[in-house]
Structures are given as C-alpha cells and as structure tokens.
Nanobody, 124 residues
C-alpha cells in the first residue's frame, strides 16, 4: 500500500516561492509515477506537474509552465514541487498523487494513491 505525505504549504505573498515535498512509503518508489494536482475552492482538481522516474524534466500545466518545477529524489523516496513567482490564482490545496502505471498522465482518474493535501495561499 503506497502512502503519501505532503508538506511545505503555507501563506505567502505574490511573487514569493515555496517548495512542496511529498514523501512516499509502502511501494517501490522507482516504479511509481508521481504527479502534483491542486484544487481551489469551488473548482475541480486539476493537473499541475509531473516528472519521469529518472528526473528528466518537468511536464507542467500551461498555467504554471516556466514557474513550477517538479523533481524527485529516488534515494529519499520524495518528490518535490518548486513553485516560483507565485500568483493569487495559485491558491489551492495541493495534492501529490501516485500510481504504478508505467507512464504519468494528466488525468486525476489515473492515480490510485493520494496524499492528504497541503494548503497554499498566495496573497496579493
């Protein structure tokens, strides 16, 4: 059973940076695809970013491209989301997600395991 625990959220001002972490346990981390999603009040959960198991770059949503970077440390069983130049519209609960499928996708329905979420609030 894969378990995910996020950390690193908080209240920041527009233009600031935050780094979220997601610690993974209970599975073979290298074989687990990971992704970040977020959900703002009254909105559907949406894809944010993912990175391949070998750390080869970030696949990001258009809304965060160039500002957010996803990375993973397989030795620490941890995946990160570095968020720079934060905007008020980035305010949401951020979730990390995992699945044992061979390739990451942007669809939340494709992920079997979810963390509890961490709140990110960006003030203007």
């Amino acid at each position: 059973q894969v378990q995910l625990v996020e950390s690193g959220g908080g209240l920041v001002q527009a233009g600031d940076s935050l780094r979220l972490s997601c610690a993974v346990s209970g599975g073979t981390f290298k074989r687990v695809v990971m992704a970040w999603f977020r959900q703002a009040p009254g909105k559907e959960r949406e894809f944010v970013a993912t990175t391949p198991w070998n750390g080869g770059g970030t696949l990001a949503a258009d809304s965060v491209k160039g500002r957010f970077t996803c990375s993973r440390d397989n030795a620490k069983n941890t995946v990160y989301l570095q968020m720079n130049s934060l905007k008020p519209e980035d305010t949401a609960v951020y979730y990390c997600a995992a699945d044992t499928r061979p390739f990451a996708t942007r669809r939340k329905e494709d992920y079997a395991y979810w963390g509890q979420g961490t709140q990110v609030t960006v003030s203007s």
